[in-house]
């Protein structure tokens, strides 16, 4: 098994950055790809970036791409969320994902078979 810590969330206001990252722990060496997520009440789950664990390929949704880096560190087992120039509507819960078959790209939801508990991100205006 494979888990997953969140950490880096918390209250900014708009325009400002924040970095999340997510720590690995387990059995690593499984790790295929990994992803980050978000979510809002009553929505679903949303991609946003990923990227091949060996490789550092990345991977990003259209409505982050530019403004998201994605990035990982595989030697401390952490992987990082660079969020810029931040706006109200990115106020949601963030998760961290793992997946330990042969996806790509990695923003198939349904694919990731390890989650983190989340962490909370709040833009106020």
């Known amino acids: 098994q494979v888990q997953l810590v969140e950490s880096g969330g918390g209250l900014v206001q708009a325009g400002d950055s924040l970095r999340l990252s997510c720590t690995a722990s387990g059995r690593t060496s499984r790790i295929n790809v990994m992803g980050w997520f978000r979510q809002t009440p009553g929505n679903e789950r949303e991609f946003l970036a990923g990227?091949?664990?060996?490789?550092?390929?990345?991977y990003y949704a259209d409505s982050v791409r530019g403004r998201f880096f994605i990035s990982r560190d595989n030697t401390k087992n952490i992987m990082y969320l660079q969020m810029n120039s931040l706006k109200p509507e990115d106020t949601a819960v963030y998760y961290c994902?793992?997946?330990?078959?042969?996806?790509?790209?990695?923003?198939?939801?349904?694919?990731?078979?390890?989650w983190g508990q989340g962490t909370q991100v709040t833009v106020s205006s």
């Open positions: 990227l091949s664990w060996s490789f550092g390929r990345t």
């Open positions: 994902a793992g997946e330990d078959g042969d996806m790509w790209p990695p923003n198939q939801t349904d694919a990731y078979g390890f």
